[in-house]
């Protein structure tokens, strides 16, 4: 299983919230993969302002469920950050 996590902007950069939230969620998936938990991380740079793609994928799904619980209270109520299940896109971009 895999989570995808995707940042965006309003024309003028990714808003300071929207960072900060994908900063603690990239934090929260670094920490699992030391863990084993997962098995990759891939990143890619989706647009000229800082938008940005993550993806992460698990090993299994009762620790896939786990990590989006997670990575949903660490979004909720921040704008232009959108989380979902899903196959990690096959091009790898910069790891910002």
């Known amino acids: 299983m895999s989570v995808v996590i995707t940042t965006l902007s309003k024309g003028r950069g990714v808003p300071a919230p929207t960072r900060e939230a994908y900063k603690r969620i990239r934090g929260l998936l ?4 030391k863990q084993s938990a997962i098995t990759r991380i891939d990143t890619q740079r989706i647009g000229l302002e800082g938008e940005t793609r993550m993806c992460a994928e698990f090993r299994d799904r009762a620790q896939a469920e ?17 989380v979902a299940e899903g196959p990690c896109p096959t091009t ?4 910002p």
């Open 30 to 33: 670094e920490e699992q993969k």
């Open 66 to 82: 786990y990590a989006l619980e997670q990575i949903r209270k660490l979004s909720a109520g921040v704008e232009l950050i959108h």
């Open 92 to 95: 790898k971009g910069d790891t």
